[in-house]
């Protein structure tokens, strides 16, 4: 990891570094997450292994560009993108690759969905530049939930059809037409309809695999991240957990980011979300005591290492390897992968 990482609750960002050597970094700050200095302003030279900054600007996402006075230059930026309707719009940017070189910041994010974004939310975004939102949501769980319009970015529907992910994120399937909280107010929600929810995690991320639904989807997601002029690009689905951890997933994978590194970014939404979920349990209380019932929403709310780890295991079961499964399931050859690399990585240095 970098050795300089850095969070922000809005007004403030605190960088902090793992390192055991004596620091002296210059960092500056900019709007684009290249390497080069230029068009970047100082910010504070880091002395210590914790400091706190006032941010410099709150209405734009920032780059920092470190440099240190031994080693190379590199680019940061918070994980997690501070917005007033969302909990979970995060960047995929930093991860480091199996040959050495870095994902680029500021070109790939996830989220969940942007139906409660405010105005302030949609002028960062517009600020931001994003071109591109991919929508796994369903027919219906778009139509009843219509995310904000933001202007100069198009709409993508890539519907994996992926049932229960999409009982994970609170709603039922299309024919019903209801969340999970109108079925429970109802009196009208059986858990044993849904089986054993841990079983059913496990079947779900195994579909995404082989799905015909699902293949075509993220097929379509290769195709449109090729195309510079779709970046930044946000995959979302309701919850921004299953359909959208696998989008970012294969395209980690395929950019050659290890796979502990990929299922790490898949469990983070657990740490993002566990506010909303907490909340979202509470108001599920209200309408029922059912312990059957809140074990099976509980489990569902959570991305744990082994959905992302079943996931995996079934491509190398199903198609001998990974590199095979991108290949064959989604026509991610090495020439695409170089193609990928050219785009999202860093330059080595």
């Not at 006075?69 to 993108?81: A, M, Q």
């Not at 501070?82 to 910041?105: A, H, M, P, Q, S």
């Amino acid at each position: 990891m970098e050795e300089i990482t850095v969070v922000s609750d809005g007004e403030f960002l605190v960088f902090k570094s793992d390192s055991e050597k004596d620091l002296e970094m210059d960092v500056y700050y900019g709007y684009d997450s290249s390497k080069m200095n230029e068009g970047k302003k100082f910010l504070f030279t880091m002395t210590e292994r914790q400091m706190i900054i006032k941010n410099p600007d709150l209405n734009h996402r920032l780059f920092f560009l470190v440099c240190p006075k031994e080693g190379k230059n590199y680019v940061i930026s918070t994980r997690l993108v501070n917005l007033d309707g969302t909990d979970n719009f995060r960047d995929c940017g930093g991860y480091e690759t199996i040959e050495g070189r870095r994902v680029k910041w500021g070109l790939l994010y996830r989220s969940d969905q942007l139906s409660n974004i405010s105005e302030r939310d949609v002028t960062f975004l517009k600020n931001m530049g994003l071109k591109t939102i991919v929508d796994y949501r369903s027919k219906s769980e778009a139509s009843a939930a219509p995310n904000k319009e933001i202007s100069d970015a198009n709409t993508y529907s890539l519907d994996p059809y992926a049932k229960t992910a999409q009982l994970a994120a609170g709603s039922i399937d299309d024919d019903v037409n209801k969340s999970i909280l109108d079925l429970l107010k109802e009196h009208k929600f059986y858990p044993e309809k849904y089986g054993d929810p841990e079983e059913n995690m496990y079947k779900q991320y195994k579909k995404f695999i082989y799905s015909d639904s699902s293949k075509k989807a993220y097929r379509e997601l290769i195709k449109l991240i090729l195309d510079e002029h779709n970046l930044p690009l946000v995959q979302h689905c309701r919850g921004g957990k299953d359909r959208t951890g696998y989008g970012v997933a294969i395209i980690l994978l395929a950019l050659g980011v290890r796979e502990e590194c990929v299922i790490y970014d898949y469990t983070l939404t657990t740490q993002y979300r566990v506010t909303k979920n907490k909340k979202q349990m509470n108001l599920y209380k209200k309408y029922t005591k059912d312990e059957q019932t809140l074990t099976l929403l509980s489990t569902l709310q959570q991305s744990k290492e082994i959905y992302m780890e079943t996931a995996i295991n079934e491509m190398k079961k199903t198609y001998g390897s990974i590199d095979s499964y991108l290949k064959d399931a989604l026509g991610i050859d090495q020439d695409v992968k170089e193609k990928l690399k050219e785009i999202f990585l860093y330059e080595e240095c």
